[in-house]
């Protein structure tokens, strides 16, 4: 079974307006709104690959049931903990010339919600694998990823860490099966930034002897370089389209490997889903469907230039 966990979900209400100008007031030409948080991204899109899951987190009050409702119509078994109080986010999202985002506060966990999520999450076995991704509510901390891993360490569960600065960082001394930083947040935890081939796989090779057994980077227009665990070196090249929407490409980049390696036991194979899924839905208005993101696997070039 594959866990995802979405500490903060949301609903996201996107607007399409023409000319925005704040302090004015205007007519959208189209809104849309579908279920946000990265694990939430992560389960849609395995879902989409033909990978069941179970979407964990927290969720409250009215937004929180649509969030379950929504995700229940398109086949995504969930098991939130239910908060006593509060309202889970509300994000506005605003496409016109410029995108505009305000994103909305989440509710307060207490430790004993915290509690109930692991108890969700005892429920996996040797060879599952868990998804810890995005940002959490102040009120969690820092550690709250490594908390959990600590807690499931000896279940020899694979984890899957998709996060930035402290709440990375932390997690990789329970040995993550999979991280994902980009080339922004490895400059957040080594101080500088790596241009080349060769400082990527540097500062990746520190984060192996920090703990992380494969290490995948995304880098943009740049395509995505991954470092296993048996020292191999893949690279992979960009999918070449149009970007209408960046929400939810690395979540997608992240469902894309874990489909692509269940699926064959290959990085290659894995490299090359993973970024096919997360160009496919930088193409498309929400996150990709199954069909743009085997047809870009089509066309994906992946090279293996170490090992």
Same mark, same amino acid.
Not at 41 to 44: G, L, R, T
Not at 113 to 119: H, M, P, T
Not at 159 to 162: K, M, S
């Given at each position: ?6 500490m903060?979900?949301?609903v ?7 000319n925005?100008?704040a302090?004015t007031i ?5 809104v849309?709104?579908?279920c946000?948080g990265?694990?939430i991204?992560?389960?849609?899109i395995?879902?989409e ?6 979407a964990?987190g927290?969720t409250a009050?009215?937004v929180?049931?649509v969030?379950?409702?929504r995700l229940s ?5 969930s098991?939130?903990v239910?908060?006593?109080s ?5 994000n506005?999202?605003?496409r016109?010339?410029?995108e505009?985002d305000i994103?909305a506060s989440?509710?307060?966990?207490s430790?004993k919600? $915290? ?5 969700k999450l005892?429920?996996a076995? /040797?060879?599952?694998?868990i998804?810890?991704? &995005? =940002? ?12 959990i891993m600590r807690?499931?360490?000896d279940?020899?569960?694979r984890?899957?860490?998709?996060a930035?600065?402290k709440l990375l ?8 099966f999979?991280i ?10 080594f101080g500088?930034?790596a241009?080349?081939?060769e400082?990527?796989v540097?500062?990746a090779e520190?984060l192996?002897?920090l703990g ?5 980077v ?7 370089l991954?470092?296993?665990h048996g020292g ?7 999918a070449v389209?149009?970007a209408?929407?960046t929400v939810?490409?690395?979540?997608s980049m $992240?469902?894309?490997f874990i489909?692509?390696?269940?699926s064959?036991? /290959?990085f290659e194979?894995?490299l090359r889903? &993973? =970024?096919?899924a997360?160009g496919?839905t930088a ?5 990709a469907?199954r069909?743009?993101i ?14």
């Open positions: 079974m594959i866990y995802t966990v979405t903060n979900p949301s996201d209400y996107i607007m399409h307006v023409r925005f100008s302090g205007m007519r959208s030409e189209c849309s709104y579908h946000g990265k694990g991204n992560v389960s849609a395995l879902n690959l033909g990978f069941p899951s179970r964990l927290f009050g009215i929180g049931r969030i379950e409702d119509a398109k086949g995504i078994s098991d939130f239910h908060l006593e509060g309202e889970s986010r509300i506005v999202k605003i016109s010339e410029l505009t994103n989440g509710p307060d966990i430790e919600d $915290v509690d109930k999520l692991l108890q005892r429920q076995v /040797s060879g599952d694998i998804v810890l991704s &995005g =940002s959490v509510p102040k009120c969690l901390g820092d550690n709250i990823y490594s908390d807690e499931l360490y279940r020899n569960v984890f899957v860490v998709d930035q600065d960082y932390n997690s990789i001394r329970y040995r993550p999979l994902k930083p980009n080339n922004e947040e490895l400059s957040q935890i500088r930034y241009e080349t081939d400082q990527i540097s500062q520190e192996q002897r992380a057994e494969n290490v995948l995304s880098r943009g227009s740049r395509g995505a991954l470092l296993t191999e070196v893949y690279t992979a090249k960009a389209g149009k209408v929407n939810g490409a690395g979540d $992240v469902a894309g489909a692509g390696y269940l064959s036991g /290959s194979t894995a889903t &993973g =970024s096919a997360g496919a193409f498309s208005e929400g996150l469907d069909e743009n085997l047809k870009l696997f089509s066309i994906i070039d992946c090279d293996k230039i170490k090992g």
